[in-house]
Every structure is written in C-alpha cells, then in structure tokens.
Antibody, heavy 117, light 113 residues
C-alpha cells in the first residue's frame, strides 16, 4: 500500500526552525516528484515546494523562498522540509504529496506547525 | 504565477441533483507537447487530507465514482457531480501543474440543500 507519514510538527517561536519528515512506503520516493503543500487553519491549500525525481531541481513558493529547503534521503525513502526563520503566517498543517504528470495522487495525513510566541 | 479562480465559493445542492464547480486559470494550461491540460481536481472532506479526483482535466483517478467528471480546456474548466450523494459534502480544489509554482484555486465548499 502506498503511504506517506509526516512528522516533526509542533509549536515554535517566531524566528525559530523546524524540520519536517515524510516517510514513504509502498513506492520508491526517488522515482517521483515530491511536494510539500500547506493549509493554514480554516484556509485553502497552498503549494510550498517540490523536488524532482532526479533530486536535481527544487522549487519554492515565493512566500518561503530563502527560508525553507526541501531535501530527501533515498536510503531512508524520506522527504524533508527544513524550515528556518519561521513566521506566524507559516502556521499550518503541512502535507507531503507524491506527484507527477497526473497531479498529486497520494497525500500524507499532515503535521501541524504552530508559530507563536 | 498562474492564478486559479474558482466559482462559486460555496454551493448548496439537493441530494440527487447536479453540482457544477468552475475553475479559471489566468493563462492556458494546455501543453502543446501532448495536447493535454495540466489541471487536477481534489476533494477534501472535513478533517481529512485532500484526495485526487481528476487529472488531465478530465481523467478520473482510479476508484473515483463515475458521477464525478471533469471538462474544459485552455483556461476554463468544470467539475461536475451528476447526482449528489451525502458523502460528497467537501471542499473541492482545482490545481494547475503546467508551470511552477503549482497553484490551487481558493476552494469551493459543497453542502447539501
């Protein structure tokens, strides 16, 4: 069964850092484009970042560029999102998703990040 | 960035009736290389993660009931639920994956009348 499980969320102060993890099972993460998408409380979906299947290309939303870094560990079949200089407006549920030319076909259950003093 | 705009923001439909949600992109998402529209629809039920319903604008994901259909090309797209069921209450999002950054519509909340 294809599954994604996120972890690493929590409460952090403004300016702080957090690293999210997403463990993939049932498929090889490095064969797919992988994405992070977030959803602020009561709001819609916002695409955050993706990494291509080769691991050679990454892209970021303007709102997180220069602060967030997407990465993966192929040996652990795990996707990461390193979040630095966190802001109150980064508060959201963060989902990892398996992507491709047919959209985001598998999503994790999400992990909540709360940025507050 | 490509801006995706959905209409309406919310919709109430009677059980068994048709529900129609529209999505407009600020520029075409039709790829000249494969003549396919890079447009997907997602369903998010309360407390759940989003679920892919439709990709390439009109191709149903495996396991999605055939009452869900997608249509449109270029910049204008539609998600239609032919006969609304109680379990279809959700927020629906369109997404373009034609160019980075991928962008979502603001969502349409579908309720039972």
């Amino acid at each position: 069964e294809v599954q994604l499980v996120e972890s690493g969320g929590g409460l952090v102060q403004p300016g702080g850092s957090l690293r999210l993890s997403c463990v993939a099972s049932g498929f090889t993460l490095s064969n797919y484009w992988m994405h992070w998408v977030r959803q602020a409380p009561g709001k819609g979906l916002e695409w955050v970042s993706h990494i291509n299947s080769a691991g050679s290309t990454t892209n970021y939303a303007n709102s997180v560029k220069g602060r967030f870094t997407i990465a993966r560990d192929t040996a652990k079949n795990t996707l990461y999102l390193q979040m630095n200089s966190l802001r109150v407006e980064d508060t959201a549920v963060y989902y990892c998703a398996k992507g491709g030319i047919t959209g985001l076909g598998c999503w994790g259950q999400g992990t909540l990040v709360t940025v507050s003093s | 960035d490509i801006v995706m705009t959905q209409s309406p923001d919310s919709l109430a439909v009677s059980l068994g009736e048709r529900a129609t949600i529209n999505c407009k992109s600020s520029q075409s998402v039709l790829s000249s290389s494969n003549n396919k529209n890079s447009l997907a629809w997602y369903q998010q039920k309360p407390g759940q993660s989003p679920k892919l319903l439709i990709y390439w604008a009109s191709t149903r994901e495996s396991g999605v009931p055939d009452r869900f259909s997608g249509s449109g090309s270029g910049t204008d797209f539609t998600l239609t639920i032919s006969s609304l069921q109680a379990e279809d209450v959700a927020v629906y999002y369109c997404q373009q994956y034609y160019s980075s950054p991928d962008t979502f519509g603001q969502g349409t909340k579908l309720e039972i009348k």
